[in-house]
């Protein structure tokens, strides 16, 4: 009797933090080895129902419209006093064009300081919430890749984060051997729409555990 209820105890406080204990843990680093540790302190996802998509969206990949100095005008040929281009012509000076809602953005932020930020810039295109998210030039170039997928189009679902640690951002161990990392996780993405069905998604402050190492040759 006392040891049901025991065992009753630690099973409901278990399931009060299964969301968190269910979660892999990070390996244990090969001894002498440092090991990193990836917390997103910051999740932010904006998109909009009528933000321009020049990646799945024929529609907006053919769209022309009137850049008239900075801004667009009426998206009317005939009457357009500056260029008539294709909204998704790289280097335009905002890519929020006539018709269309604000773009989408993608924020994530993590304790060690480091920050990935998307948004459609025409050159580098990210597919926002289909991979690779954009954390700085110096970052690619050091092979550092956070990748997220998930969808803005429910109120809870699932996301997923991938981190990859690239050679040029490898730890060096005590006996002088250089290892990278990588790791992974499902989280909790919460999505609100507006009336316009615009979606802005957060995410609870998450841990991705480190789940393999990599000697650098
Ligand atoms: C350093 O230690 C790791 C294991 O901890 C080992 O795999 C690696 O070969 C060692 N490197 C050198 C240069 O001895
Ligand atoms: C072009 O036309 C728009 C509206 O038709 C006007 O607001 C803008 O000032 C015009 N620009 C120039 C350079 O004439
Ligand atoms: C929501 O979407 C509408 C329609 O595209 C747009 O006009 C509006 O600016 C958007 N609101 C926000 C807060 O992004
Ligand atoms: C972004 O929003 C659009 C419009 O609501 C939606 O069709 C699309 O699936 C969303 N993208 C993702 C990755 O969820």
């Not at 025991?6 to 968190?20: F, K």
């Not at 009426?74 to 335009?92: E, L």
């Not at 480091?114 to 110096?138: K, P």
Request: with cysteine; net charge negative.
């Amino acid at each position: 009797m006392n040891i049901l209820t025991t065992v009753t105890g630690i099973l409901s406080l278990s399931t009060a933090v299964s969301a968190l204990s269910l979660r892999p843990r990070s390996i244990t680093p090969p001894a002498g080895c440092p090991i990193p540790t990836w917390e997103v302190t910051t999740f932010n996802w904006y998109n909009g129902s009528h933000s321009l998509d020049c990646i799945h969206n024929e529609a907006d990949i053919n769209a022309k419209g009137c850049l008239c100095g900075t801004n667009w005008c009426a998206p009317d040929q005939a009457t357009c006093n500056g260029s008539w281009v294709n909204v998704c012509y790289t280097g335009m000076p905002n890519y929020q064009p006539w018709g269309y809602g604000p773009p989408e953005t993608l924020q994530i932020d993590f304790a060690d300081g480091l920050s990935c930020a998307d948004q459609y810039i025409g050159y580098r295109v990210h597919d926002i919430g289909n991979g690779e998210s954009n954390c700085g030039y110096a970052d690619r170039g050091l092979g550092r890749i956070v990748s997220f997928y998930g969808s803005s189009n429910s109120a809870t679902s699932t996301g997923l984060m991938d981190y990859v640690l690239g050679d040029g951002h490898a730890l060096t161990c005590a006996n002088g051997s250089q290892i990278t990392y990588s790791g992974s996780t499902d989280f909790q993405l919460t999505c609100q729409h507006d009336v316009y069905f615009n979606a802005t998604c957060t995410a609870e402050p998450f841990e991705i555990p480190v789940l393999n190492y990599e000697w650098v040759s």
